[in-house]
Every structure is written in C-alpha cells, then in structure tokens.
C-alpha cells in the first residue's frame, strides 16, 4: 500500500484476494481509517488481529461473506474500543462467541444476519447484556 494513501479515512474491499497479508498491510500504512469494508474476502483471524492491534480509528467494520473468521476474531475486534458498527453478515464460523464484541461500549450496531452457526440463546444473551445495542439477525 503506498506511503500517499496514509491519510486514508475509508477503504472498500470487495476481492477475493484480500489476504491476512493484505491486512497486514493495511494495518500497518492505513492508521486513519475510520470506515473499512471488506466483502467476500479471503482472510483468517489473523488477519483480524492485525488490524484489531492498529486501526484504533476504526469506527465502521464490515466483513461480510469473510468466511475465514471465527469467534477468535470477535474478541480480537473487542479491542477497538471506538468501534461503533460492525457488520459479520454471512460469516458461517461465528457461533455463540459474541460476549467479548457485545461489552465494547461504543458499538451501537451489530449485523450477524446469515450466521447460522448463531444460536437464539447467544443473540438473547447479547441482547441482555446490551440493551441499547441494534443486533440484526
């Protein structure tokens, strides 16, 4: 990623070819983002752990269809303390590990629609836990 772009407050990804790699990158050149976008891509918790370490910006996470993350990466993400909105639509290996994501005060929505492995118990818990949190599923 160049030097010119580190100024970057948003970024929209719609690859398959977005690596943990690709993320490392980003989290390493792109510390302004505040708004990051990454649909269909092919990446792992890793990944996520990267950027969760360095966009401490980051205000809006989109990761649908990113099949590769796990429940791992939703404690990973708890670590963006100014997250606001956070979207793992269509993420098949999230299950019932929302706890971590669910106690970052700042997140006021949370989409896990398409997440099958999500049971009603976890998304009720969430939402006892959270009353003021938007969870969509």
Same mark, same amino acid.
């Not at 976008?37 to 910006?57: M, V, Y």
């Not at 269809?65 to 990466?73: L, N, P, R, Y």
């Not at 979207?87 to 398409?114: E, F, M």
């Given at each position: ?76 993400? @708890?670590?963006?303390?100014? &997250?606001?909105? %956070?979207? /793992?639509?269509? #993420?098949?290996? $999230? =299950? !019932?590990?929302?706890?971590?994501? @669910?106690?970052?005060?700042? &997140?006021?929505? %949370?989409? /896990?629609?398409? #997440?099958?492995? $999500? =049971? !009603? ?17």
């Amino acid at each position: 990623i160049s030097e010119t772009l580190v100024k970057l407050e948003v970024l929209e990804l719609a690859c398959f070819w977005v690596t943990d790699v690709s993320l490392a990158s980003i989290a390493k050149n792109l510390l302004k983002l505040r708004r990051l976008t990454l649909s269909g891509c092919n990446f792992s918790d890793t990944g996520i752990d990267a950027i969760s370490c360095a966009l401490t910006e980051l205000r809006h996470l989109e990761l649908g269809g990113c099949f590769g993350i796990t429940d791992a990466a939703m404690v990973s993400l @708890s670590q963006l303390t100014k &997250l606001e909105d %956070l979207s /793992v639509n269509s #993420c098949g290996q $999230i =299950t !019932d590990g929302l706890d971590a994501i @669910s106690k970052v005060p700042s &997140l006021r929505r %949370l989409d /896990v629609s398409h #997440c099958s492995m $999500i =049971t !009603d118990v976890a998304l009720l818990l969430v939402g006892e836990c959270r009353e003021d949190l938007i969870v969509t599923s």
